[in-house]
Nanobody, 124 residues
Framework: QLQLVESGGGLVQPGGSLRLSCAAS????????IGWFRQAPGKEREGVSC????????NYAHSVKGRFTISRDNAKNTVYLQMNSLKLEDTAVYYC?????????????????WGQGTQVTVSS
């Protein structure tokens, strides 16, 4: 079964940090660009970050630039999202998705495989 599984979410205070992981099973991530998305209650899903299949190219939404860092370890078949200086407005369910087309990842459109999401709550 081909699937992506996110982990690492939780409750954190404003200014805190979390590291999300996106692990693949049933297929290798080597040939896929990976995107992170989030959806807050009552809001549309938005793209957060994208990383190319080799890790040589990364993109970030303006709202997270300078605070979030996307990375990947293809040997572990896992992509990470390091989130620092978290704000209340970062509260959302975070999803990862695998893209065969990197251009679509950068535009945060589509996605070949999606995970089930992990909840991130930033609250004092």
């Amino acid at each position: 079964q081909l699937q992506l599984v996110e982990s690492g979410g939780g409750l954190v205070q404003p200014g805190g940090s979390l590291r999300l992981s996106c692990a693949a099973s049933g297929f290798t991530l080597d040939y896929y660009a990976i995107g992170w998305f989030r959806q807050a209650p009552g809001k549309e899903r938005e793209g957060v970050s994208c990383i190319s299949s080799t890790g040589g190219s990364t993109n970030y939404a303006h709202s997270v630039k300078g605070r979030f860092t996307i990375s990947r370890d293809n040997a572990k078949n896992t992509v990470y999202l390091q989130m620092n200086s978290l704000k209340l407005e970062d509260t959302a369910v975070y999803y990862c998705a695998a893209f065969t087309n990197q251009a679509m990842c950068v535009m945060y459109l589509g996605g070949d495989y999606w995970g089930q999401g992990t909840q991130v709550t930033v609250s004092s």
